[in-house]
């Protein structure tokens, strides 16, 4: 049982590691692949909900729903890869890494950091992180959880790079 439980460990690791690589591409470097092709933006947004997602004064909620979107996988994560952390623990390292991404689009000058931003990124953890329990609460069990959620997250991020691999290829 402990080779079976290494294996799956280290396939959620390969595929945190994937998922990462994937999130920074996306918001660091807005999928380009020259730092000269992105635009030069240095703002920062420190109030909640704010300019940054209102338009026509009206909230853009788009962008807060990618942004909560895009961070649920990282909660899952987390929460398979550190099922005995508490809460708390497994909140941490996901506001860190977007606290992380909003601080380097700030000194690169490669968007705008925001605080909206931090907060949704945060909560969409938090929503991996319940997704996990509930889960975990049905089969009772790690090994089963993540064994299912890894084949969940292996087809998905298979999806995921054919998707962006024909992104990038029609665009360039």
């Avoid at 380009?32 to 030069?40: C, N």
């Avoid at 907060?119 to 089969?139: C, D, H, Q, S």
Wanted: charge should be positive.
């Amino acid at each position: 049982m402990k080779n079976k439980e290494t294996k799956q460990q280290l396939l959620t690791t390969g595929l945190l590691i994937v998922y990462l690589g994937i999130l920074t591409w996306i918001i660091l470097f807005k999928m380009q692949f020259s730092i000269q092709k992105l635009d030069h933006l240095r703002s920062i947004n420190l109030i909640p909900f704010h300019e940054s997602v209102i338009v026509n004064n009206r909230i853009e909620f788009s962008e807060i729903y990618e942004n909560i979107l895009v961070f649920v996988p990282f909660g899952l994560y987390v929460s398979m890869s550190k099922s005995n952390w508490s809460f708390l623990k497994k909140v941490l390292p996901i506001a860190g890494v977007s606290l992380f991404y909003e601080v380097m689009q700030f000194i690169f000058s490669i968007g705008a950091s925001d605080i909206t931003d931090l907060i949704g990124n945060t909560f969409g953890g938090i929503i991996g992180i319940a997704i996990y329990i509930v889960i975990r609460r049905l089969f009772k069990s790690d090994f089963k959880t993540n064994k299912i959620l890894n084949v969940i997250a292996l087809m998905g991020t298979i999806c995921i790079v054919a998707f962006l691999a024909v992104i990038v290829v029609v665009n360039t």
